[in-house]
Structures are given as structure tokens and as C-alpha cells.
């Protein structure tokens, strides 16, 4: 009967601290083997040179570090690359890198599937399965970095993500005791390094788990908002029936006491004849300016082309509608983005991650009410 192994991905570094303690090793020790496995990706113990043997010998008993087996990987055109995890019992996720000139950005998925139900997102039809584990979500960056730094050629001290955002598969915030400890590995400087400002976790409006990330690991927030009111969004974001726009931009404003940007990111999914009018654009500064100076949310608001799919009887909004709505509230003042699609022709875009999962939430049941659409002349 084999042993059951402990996987070091799991660990951020003080548990790792903790773990070492029972193994009988001090604190720089655990130092040791987290840049070992983190900052030059080491799988085998038997390579981390400057461990003692004794300690190799007991990891080598007890412990392992195993990543979800690939299964497939994707190019696109644009050089965006799609790679899609085994994570057991039928379940597969979906990981993106997205190069640009600048920077090397990382879409990493928190759960097989979601339980949110957002009308507009494919992952959502698909239903959810469970959580990820902390070395699950870990390990999509440690494979992510360390196969592009040979691929890419890069050097000691090189990155190849520069970015993460928590935006793949699933509601990180509805994963909080798996997401923080994977967070703290992204953010340490014995692992990957990355500044606070450099790593976003999105949400569709979790607000007590919005508060409990401002306290325990505040990095960059986008938040889901994709509707001005409460009556639309209740029908695209579900989970605003219970936490409503007002106590959503509560948390928002409390978050912003200690987020490393001065601004939240609000992600506006454009969907035709649905939240696309220049009436429901001036909704949207009302609501982010608030009745006074002191509920005014700091903003700035991404704009987002959907990318359709055929069971959601949604359709994205013509390039002359996002302009339309952009100009409404760039005119208010408001910094306004409209996102370019990148990785489209592998299903790599924004709401197009569905991977593989077992539902057992009965969603085809629930995402079978109509949405509200709005009635135009133009």
C-alpha cells in the first residue's frame, strides 16, 4: 500500500515553516525548499542541492510536489496560450497566459466550474463541481512560469508572468480559505515575487469575503458589476439578490482603505439591447459618483466585447453601441477601457474558460429564464 504523500504546492510559506518544524528542520530550511520549489521550479528533491541529504531523504519519504496533469495545450494566433488541467473526478480547468509588450498576464482558475450563474459567462452554464485546493490554484502559476521561462529562453531573474489575475474559472471569493494561502506564495518574495498592485482577484460581488480581503491580503480588485441597477443585474449576476449594488459599493469603498491601487476596476460585459444604451451609461455614473463626494467609488471601468456562445441567447454589442456608451462616461470623467479580445479563436476569451464539469447544481434548470431586454428604436 503506498504512502500518502504530502503536496508541498499546498503550503504557503509558513505552513511550510510549520511542516519543516515536524520534520525535526528550522525556519531556513523551509526558506530553502520554497525557492526550490517556487523560484526555479523544482519537482525532484533530489536536485535541491544545498538541502541536506537527511532532509531530502525524509521529502523524498513523505512528501512530493505534484502539479493537476496537463492535458491539452492551445496557441493562439495573438500568441495567447490555453492550457486545460486534470483535477480529478471529471473535472478539468483552464489556465490563459496572455503575452504583450509590457507585461505577461496569467488567467488562473479558482473552482471547477461556478456556482454564480452570471447569464453572460460560459463557465457559468457549465455548473459547478467543487473548490480548488490551494496547491491547485498554485499550480497553474508554478507550471505557467516555469515552462515559458524555456520556452521563451529567459534567464535567472527573468519572469515570464509579470501578472496574475484571478478571473479564470469560478468565484475566487467563494474559495477563500484555498484562494489567501495561494495569494501569499503569488506575493512572497521567496516565491514569485509579484507586487500587490500586480495581482487582481475578481469577484461578482462577494462583499463579506470583500471585506475579509481588505483585512487578511488586499491586492488589486476588479469587481463583476455589468448592470447600473439592481433590477438588470439581479437577472445577469445572480448573486446581486443577495448582496445588492449599495451594499456591493460599500465594500468597494471600505476595500479601497487598503488596496494597493486608489481605484477598483469594474468589468461591464456589453450585451446587445441589454446594458448597452447611453441611458443605462448614465445610470452608471450615477452610481459610481454616488448621491455625494463621500459614496463616490474611484473607478475605472473596463468594457468588455462578449464573446458569444450558443447557449446563453445573448448577442455582443456592435463596435458603434461600445463607443457610444465609452463616450458617456468618458465625458463624466471617468476612466474608460474598451478591452481587446485576445485568444478568441481557441475559446480563451473573457467568459469563454469552460474546461470540463460534473455538475451538481441543476443548472440548466436555473439558466433557463429569460433575460430582460431592452426594447430600441435605433
Known amino acids: 500500500m503506498g504512502v500518502d504523500r504530502v503536496n508541498l504546492l499546498e503550503f504557503d510559506l509558513e505552513a511550510l515553516a510549520a511542516y519543516c518544524l515536524q520534520l525535526g528542520e528550522k525556519r531556513f530550511r523551509a526558506v530553502q525548499l520554497f525557492r526550490w ?10 536536485a535541491m542541492s544545498d538541502l541536506a541529504r537527511s532532509l531530502r531523504n525524509k521529502l523524498a519519504a513523505h512528501a512530493e510536489i505534484r502539479a493537476p496533469e496537463l492535458l491539452t495545450e492551445q496557441a493562439s494566433a495573438d500568441g495567447t496560450v490555453k492550457w486545460l488541467f486534470d483535477v480529478g473526478g471529471g473535472n478539468a480547468v483552464e489556465t490563459v497566459f496572455i503575452p504583450e509588450d509590457d507585461r505577461g498576464t496569467l488567467c488562473v482558475s479558482s473552482q ?3 456556482a454564480v450563474g452570471c447569464r453572460f459567462c460560459s463557465t457559468g452554464h457549465q455548473g459547478f463541481s467543487r473548490n480548488l485546493t490551494t496547491g491547485e490554484i498554485v499550480a497553474q502559476l508554478w507550471y505557467a512560469e516555469h515552462h515559458l521561462r524555456v520556452r521563451l529562453g529567459l534567464g535567472p531573474g527573468e519572469r515570464a508572468v509579470t501578472n496574475v489575475v484571478m478571473m479564470g474559472m469560478g468565484e475566487p471569493l467563494q474559495n477563500y480559505a484555498a484562494l489567501v494561502p495561494a495569494l501569499r506564495v503569488m506575493l512572497d518574495d521567496h516565491g ?19 471585506d475579509r480581503l481588505r483585512a487578511d491580503c488586499p491586492v488589486a480588485l476588479a469587481v463583476s458589476l455589468h ?11 445572480p448573486l446581486n439578490r443577495k448582496y445588492p449594488l449599495d ?9 479601497l482603505e487598503a488596496a494597493p491601487r ?6 461591464y460585459c456589453m450585451l446587445d439591447s441589454v446594458n448597452d444604451t447611453p441611458e443605462l451609461a448614465q445610470q452608471l ?9 463621500s459614496m463616490s467609488v474611484p473607478c475605472k471601468l473596463n468594457l468588455i466585447p462578449f464573446n458569444p456562445f450558443p447557449q446563453s441567447g445573448l448577442r455582443r454589442s456592435s463596435r458603434e453601441r461600445v463607443l457610444a456608451f465609452a463616450k458617456v462616461l468618458q465625458d463624466a470623467g471617468i476612466v474608460t477601457t474598451i478591452r481587446r479580445t485576445r485568444g478568441d479563436d481557441i475559446d480563451a476569451a473573457c467568459g469563454q474558460l469552460a474546461g470540463e464539469v460534473q455538475d451538481r447544481t441543476n443548472v440548466q434548470t436555473r ?12
Request: proline letters at 4%; one cysteine or more; glycine letters at 8%.
Open 37 to 46: 520549489i517556487h523560484q526555479k521550479g523544482a519537482s525532484e528533491f533530489a
Open 247 to 255: 451594499e456591493l459599493l460599500g465594500a468597494c469603498r471600505r476595500y
Open 112 to 114: 471547477a466550474g461556478c
Open 367 to 378: 439558466m433557463a429564464r429569460p433575460v430582460i431586454r431592452i426594447e430600441t428604436t435605433g
Open 192 to 210: 514569485y515575487g509579484l507586487s500587490r498592485r500586480r495581482v487582481t482577484v475578481s469577484t461578482s460581488g462577494v462583499v463579506p469575503m470583500i
Open 285 to 293: 455614473v450615477e452610481l459610481v459618483r454616488g448621491d455625494h463626494r
Open 227 to 237: 448592470a447600473p441597477n439592481d433590477v438588470l443585474r439581479d437577472q445577469l449576476v
Open 262 to 267: 486608489d481605484f477598483i476596476t469594474f468589468e
